[in-house]
């Protein structure tokens, strides 16, 4: 972590390294190893570096995801005090690049989805921003690292008020969702079969936090 850290920080503020980062996200991967461009790179150069490739899937999964983060980041618009602010802190205080852009690292290295890392981005750069504060950057990381992907769909709709009941739906998707804390339910309607089975219809709505989570996932305002 001693030297993932500057060079993943290195890459993330450094807008000549994030314009080549968007580069490569548009070659792809494999046009970043075969044409040697990792070097330039500080954080592509320090993955890629302890064996000279990323043949395995560990590897290139990691990169990906590093990648994929640090273009949707660069690609948000931040206001530039805030951004130099947040540089400014970084660099006076090691401690809080180990504890947040440390935190980053390790999520980014758990994901398998690119998506995850595209909405961690908007969310530390909405944190970046001081829109959000660190504890609710934490939660909306975590509920992301255990959101089904498959959900989000669902989850834009409710938030539209596209959908606003379990008949319009697969109630399963909305249990999760709810157990993500990002979804509320009131009955409905309750039903009683001649074989004494129930079946109850819910209304279902983001709460506070689906709909903050909603804001920021999906381009809204704040």
Request: charged share 20%.
């Given at each position: 972590?001693?030297?993932?850290?500057?060079?993943?920080?290195?890459?993330?503020?450094?807008?000549?390294?994030?314009?080549?980062?968007?580069?490569?996200?548009?070659?792809?991967?494999?046009?970043?190893?075969?044409?040697?461009?990792?070097?330039?790179?500080?954080?592509?150069?320090?993955?890629?570096?302890?064996?000279?490739?990323?043949?395995?899937?560990?590897?290139?999964?990691?990169?990906?995801?590093?990648?994929?983060f640090i273009n949707t980041f660069n690609s948000s618009a931040i206001d530039q005090n805030k951004l130099n602010k947040y540089k400014e802190?970084?660099?006076?205080?090691?401690?809080?690049?180990?504890?947040?852009?440390?935190?980053?690292?390790?999520?980014?290295?758990?994901?398998?989805?690119?998506?995850?890392?595209?909405?961690?981005?908007?969310?530390?750069?909405?944190?970046?921003?001081?829109?959000?504060?660190?504890?609710?950057?934490?939660?909306?990381?975590?509920?992301?690292?255990?959101?089904?992907?498959?959900?989000?769909?669902?989850?834009?709709?409710?938030?539209?008020?596209?959908?606003?009941?379990?008949?319009?739906?697969?109630?399963?998707?909305?249990?999760?969702?709810?157990?993500?804390?990002?979804?509320?339910?009131?009955?409905?309607?309750?039903?009683?079969?001649?074989?004494?089975?129930?079946?109850?219809?819910?209304?279902?709505?983001?709460?506070?936090?689906?709909?903050?989570?909603?804001?920021?996932?999906?381009?809204?305002v704040l």
């Open positions: 972590m001693d030297k993932v850290l500057p060079a993943f920080q290195t890459t993330l503020f450094d807008p000549v390294l994030s314009d080549s980062v968007i580069n490569i996200a548009e070659l792809g991967i494999d046009s970043l190893l075969d044409e040697g461009l990792f070097k330039s790179i500080p954080i592509a150069n320090l993955l890629i570096g302890f064996s000279k490739t990323a043949q395995n899937i560990h590897d290139r999964n990691l990169l990906k995801q590093t990648i994929k802190r970084l660099n006076k205080n090691p401690n809080y690049a180990e504890k947040e852009l440390g935190r980053v690292i390790i999520i980014l290295n758990t994901n398998i989805d690119l998506k995850k890392s595209d909405l961690l981005a908007k969310f530390y750069s909405t944190y970046v921003e001081e829109k959000i504060n660190w504890a609710q950057f934490c939660e909306l990381a975590d509920v992301t690292s255990r959101l089904f992907i498959a959900d989000l769909k669902l989850l834009h709709a409710v938030f539209n008020r596209e959908i606003t009941d379990t008949s319009q739906c697969e109630i399963y998707q909305i249990d999760r969702l709810i157990a993500l804390g990002l979804l509320n339910s009131t009955t409905k309607s309750m039903r009683i079969g001649s074989n004494h089975n129930s079946e109850t219809e819910r209304y279902v709505q983001t709460g506070f936090l689906g709909n903050l989570y909603c804001q920021i996932a999906f381009n809204n």
